[in-house]
């Protein structure tokens, strides 16, 4: 099979003035992603120099569901800009250093912008679906090649500076940059590549996002998480092989301030005055949901043994093997009269796979980070 060359593709459709405007899309798609991811990660952090606030309880839910969607966006937006460059891959390399250097490093950062965004894209729509065909921790590697990606995307942005300034200031019909022999006319046109390109990016957004608008859940094709059937789960009591003990009439929430210590059943606990909040939880995958939850604020679980107010609380499960069965919640989270520990949601008694006997809820806090199964409360 002989190779194409560059002469080889002749649509007027691939061109810089269409590759110009595809890219700024994408780039702030991917800018968006960027900025919440950050968010993100930094909220999952067990060391906060700066805590992130509570209030707005929704800021969270906000912030990763602008990360999923971004994401979901740029998914078509990237297909469509590889289809309009694919040409470029087969020019050739200039002979003299002068042009081969800036051509060199245009197509390095190329080669590692798609390879980085291929994989973060498809390893974050898998996270979605919670489906792990891998050995590598998700979140490490997902926060590290953001960097690659952004860092690859603005040394393409500097080589091409004057090629998309100009076509981006141009019409979209404009042939100043075109390749010469991109003349034929495609199916098409240019503007009907972008409205193709746009409305396929906010269609797969929306397909995401109506897992979480109250009525359409039907149609959230993309989405894997909706409150059909009352607030998702993502792991259970079962998978987390919690049962035995959260069942058990020996459960005790162990209260730990320095020397000062005590043990506290379930009944002890629904002796106490409850207290209820409406509060959203939300999760990395992106999706969401508000419940009304029931249940003893914490911070009268810590006047018990004493603690101050300003301090930080560990919170520890019952499950062992998870990385989110040892959180720290920082002091601003600890003492809002919103962060209980649960003991119903919507009017029922907490379920075993929401938590029960036991679980947090805060606000603007990482749904993974709402410990469930509580059975330790140690002030740090």
């Not at 839910?61 to 460059?85: D, E, R, S």
């Not at 020019?91 to 800036?102: G, I, M, T």
């Not at 972008?194 to 109506?210: I, R």
């Not at 409150?227 to 079962?238: Q, V």
Request: hydrophobic share 45%; with cysteine; charged share 20%.
């Amino acid at each position: 099979m002989r190779i194409p060359s560059e002469d080889s593709f002749t649509s007027r459709l691939r061109s810089a003035a269409v590759a110009a405007r595809v890219g700024l899309w994408l780039g702030i798609c991917f800018g968006v992603a960027l900025a919440t991811g950050l968010i993100s990660h930094y909220a999952q952090g067990d060391s906060q120099p700066v805590p992130l606030p509570t209030s707005p309880s929704w800021l969270y839910q906000v912030t990763q569901g602008l990360h999923v969607v971004a994401g979901t966006a740029a998914i078509p937006l990237l297909l469509v800009k590889l289809w309009v460059v694919f040409p470029k891959l087969f020019q050739p390399v200039p002979r003299q250093v002068r042009e081969a250097l800036p051509t060199a490093l245009e197509r390095g950062s190329i080669a590692i912008l798609v390879s980085t965004s291929l994989v973060q894209l498809t390893t974050g729509l898998l996270n979605v679906a919670q489906w792990y065909p891998w050995g590598f921790s998700f979140r490490t590697t997902h926060y590290a090649l953001a960097f690659v990606a952004v860092g690859a995307l603005l040394v393409h942005i500097a080589v091409k500076l004057p090629v998309i300034r100009d076509a981006l200031t141009g019409d979209v019909d404009d042939t100043a940059h075109d390749r010469p022999n991109a003349r034929a006319a495609g199916p098409v046109s240019r503007r009907g590549v972008l409205v193709l390109a746009g409305t396929s990016a906010l269609a797969a957004a929306f397909l995401y996002t109506a897992g979480t608008v109250p009525g359409v859940g039907r149609i959230a094709a993309l989405s894997s998480r909706s409150r059909k059937h009352g607030i998702p789960i993502n792991r259970t009591a079962h998978s987390a092989r919690v049962v035995a003990a959260a069942s058990s009439s020996a459960y005790r929430l162990e209260l730990v301030h320095g020397a000062t210590s005590r043990a506290l059943s379930r009944e002890d606990l629904v002796a106490m005055e409850q207290r209820t909040s409406t509060l959203p939880i939300a999760c990395v995958e992106g999706w969401s949901a508000t419940g009304e939850w029931r249940g003893v604020r914490l911070r009268d679980l810590l006047d018990l043994i004493d603690a101050p107010t300003g301090r930080d609380v560990r919170i520890r499960s019952i499950q062992t093997f998870s990385a989110s069965a040892d959180t720290v919640l920082p002091a601003n989270f600890a003492d809002d009269d919103r962060t209980l520990m649960a003991l119903e949601l919507d009017g029922e008694t907490l379920s075993m796979d929401h938590g029960y006997p036991v679980r947090l809820i805060a606000p603007d806090r990482p749904g993974v980070m709402q410990t469930k199964w509580v059975s330790r409360i140690e002030v740090l």
